[in-house]
């Protein structure tokens, strides 16, 4: 695994190491610690790629500490965001996301 790999990718703040590559929906947990990139946003939050077939889903409400009317007036497409991994549903395909959780 890469340095880059090893910086960017953390479970429950340890080395991404430990955790072993990630490569499916099935390695993915909940309380890692990734980070990825926005790929799109839409009125109810932001999707965001963090290296596997599935984007993940930043919903309005987990984007900041403050009220969102616009996803898009915080994150933009192609922007690297950290972000905290709340819900895993690998039979649904579904990765739920917090940008607020990691920032505080």
Request: hydrophobic letters at 40%.
């Given at each position: 695994?890469?340095?880059e790999?090893?910086?960017?990718?953390?479970y429950?703040?340890?080395s991404?190491?430990?955790?072993?590559e990630?490569?499916?929906?099935?390695?993915?947990?909940?309380g890692?610690?990734?980070i990825?990139?926005?790929?799109?946003t839409?009125?109810?939050?932001?999707?965001?790629?963090?290296?596997?077939?599935?984007?993940?889903?930043?919903?309005i409400?987990e984007?900041?500490?403050?009220?969102?009317?616009?996803?898009?007036?915080?994150?933009q497409?192609?922007?690297?965001?950290?972000?905290?991994?709340?819900?895993?549903?690998?039979?649904r395909?579904?990765?739920?996301?917090?940008i607020?959780?990691v920032?505080?």
């Amino acid at each position: 695994m890469s340095e880059e790999n090893i910086e960017k990718n953390s479970y429950e703040g340890k080395s991404n190491a430990a955790v072993d590559e990630i490569s499916s929906i099935d390695d993915i947990r909940q309380g890692m610690l990734l980070i990825g990139t926005v790929t799109n946003t839409t009125k109810f939050g932001a999707f965001v790629n963090v290296g596997i077939k599935e984007t993940g889903l930043v919903h309005i409400s987990e984007i900041a500490n403050q009220f969102v009317v616009d996803p898009a007036d915080f994150v933009q497409i192609g922007q690297e965001v950290k972000v905290l991994v709340t819900d895993v549903d690998p039979s649904r395909g579904r990765i739920s996301l917090s940008i607020k959780r990691v920032e505080g």
